[in-house]
């Protein structure tokens, strides 16, 4: 059914067509509607049966989401920023037991200074740690990712976190088709689980390894996502079959033919991006964008493929590993490995900033014409970071750099007032 829904909404009501058995829930900027809207189902009994569990606190309620699949449950949660941080250990945990949970991730900004809008710096702190990452461009395909994420969960038994951007997706309003229950159904087997706490039959889930297996635990797991990168693909496919529209898989090319130049991203600055590309279209250039939808597992063969062509890539990063630069465009220098392809790293959108056409176009046509700095910040104010500089080179006590920021840009405002 096609509705005119809010993000957060069409999320809730596709998670509950799941069937998830236990939902653990704990409110955190901008998720907060995703697990209020599932609360108000169970509450009303539209979601049974279906256990809804208010924690005192992020790592509760992941450690609760581990508990209950350890017990046989399909289980779920949501999380942003701050709470997916405070959870880490147990984010680890999930993965490493092996245990095919759930859970949405509606991207924010990581404090300090604290800062509740978008960008990818949550889960990018914690892409390493086990879990598959898909990220949503729309929210059709966030609603759609949830459907194929607990599938892909319990084929595999390891646990799946869906991106999709806070607020820009999680509270905007648009069309997005909700299945009905009997669809979900015939596509989402009921949780069969590989491992399970049965006091008929007595396990350990969690035991102790020391040196002597350790390595192969770690194997193991990483040999399941290179599994899930064959896996992807297939389930996208079936998803397409059975719901009539492409949602998933592993990256989503656009007018890349020819193409000389290919932006990659990840999210929904995809969308912006496509615009831009149409029209320096119109203007001659050859270029073309790249959406990767799953960034863990990385899908290093099938990126280095549709960029065989490319002379140059420019990598729009939502992100910033400080003191390093990029991450999203480490993953994609690693598959351009050997083929002297230029790569431009552009650091854009952090904690919210408007990620504009104006801006993005000006930067594809330096990198066009090679005049594009490696590491580029977009929009990056200057005058700001002069002053501060010069603050800390006049005086010791320089103050606490955010505060000094602020005040900087009031001063900045009344003089071209």
Same mark, same amino acid.
């Given at each position: 059914?096609?509705?005119?829904?809010?993000?957060?909404?069409?999320?809730?009501?596709?998670v509950a067509l799941c069937r998830?058995?236990?939902?653990?829930?704990?409110?955190?900027?901008?998720?907060?509607?995703?697990?209020?809207?599932l609360g108000e189902m169970a509450g009303s009994r539209n979601l049974q049966p279906c256990e809804f569990i208010n924690v005192e606190s992020e790592f509760a309620a992941l450690s609760v989401a581990i508990g209950a699949s350890a017990a046989g449950a399909r289980a779920y949660t949501a999380t942003a920023s701050q709470g997916l941080l405070y959870m880490a250990e147990a984010v680890y945990n999930a993965s490493g037991l092996g245990l095919p949970i759930v859970m949405t991730i509606g991207n924010r900004a990581i404090g300090a200074p604290i800062n509740i809008w978008n960008d990818h710096s949550d889960s990018m702190a914690l892409r390493d740690a086990g879990w598959i990452q898909l990220y949503a461009e729309t929210n059709q395909e966030?609603?759609?990712?949830?459907?194929q994420a607990f599938r892909l969960a319990e084929e595999l038994s390891c646990p799946v976190m869906v991106c999709m951007d806070g607020f820009i997706l999680t509270h905007a309003y648009e069309p997005v088709d909700i299945p009905v229950q009997q669809q979900v159904d015939d596509w989402l087997p009921a949780f069969d689980p590989r491992q399970v706490l049965d006091p008929a039959e007595p396990i350990s889930i969690g035991a102790m390894v020391g040196p002597e297996a350790f390595l192969e635990v770690r194997y193991l797991a990483h040999h399941k996502q290179v599994r899930a990168l064959e896996r992807i693909p297939q389930?996208?496919?079936d998803f397409r079959k059975s719901f009539g529209r492409d949602s998933g898989g592993l990256l989503r090319s656009y007018r890349v033919e020819n193409a000389e130049t290919i932006v990659v991203a990840l999210g929904s600055v995809n969308g912006t991006i496509q615009e831009v590309v149409d029209e320096m279209r119109v203007h001659g250039h050859s270029i073309g964008s790249l959406s990767i939808t799953c960034f863990r597992p990385f899908?290093?063969? #099938?990126?280095?493929?549709? $960029?065989?062509?490319?002379?140059?890539?420019?990598?729009?990063?939502?992100?910033?590993?400080?003191?390093?630069g990029g991450i999203l465009s480490a993953d994609v220098q690693m598959a351009l490995a050997g083929r002297g392809t230029r790569l431009y790293t552009v650091i854009a959108g952090l904690g919210g900033r408007a990620v504009t056409r104006t801006s993005l176009?000006?930067?594809?046509?330096? #990198?066009?014409?090679?005049? $594009?700095?490696?590491?580029?910040f977009l929009d990056l104010d200057t005058r700001l970071i002069i002053r501060h500089l010069e603050r800390e080179r006049l005086r010791r006590r320089s103050g606490p750099v955010a505060e000094n920021l602020l005040h900087d840009i009031d001063l900045i405002a009344a003089q071209i007032g």
């Open positions: 059914m096609r509705k005119q829904i809010e993000g957060s909404r069409a999320v809730a009501e596709t998830p058995q236990v939902i653990c829930a704990y409110p955190i900027t901008p998720q907060t509607h995703i697990v209020e809207a966030a609603a759609d990712q949830h459907i389930l996208s496919e899908p290093r063969e #099938a990126l280095r493929a549709a $960029l065989a062509g490319a002379r140059r890539v420019v990598v729009i990063e939502k992100s910033l590993a400080v003191g390093s176009q000006r930067c594809f046509e330096q #990198a066009i014409a090679d005049r $594009l700095e490696l590491l580029t």
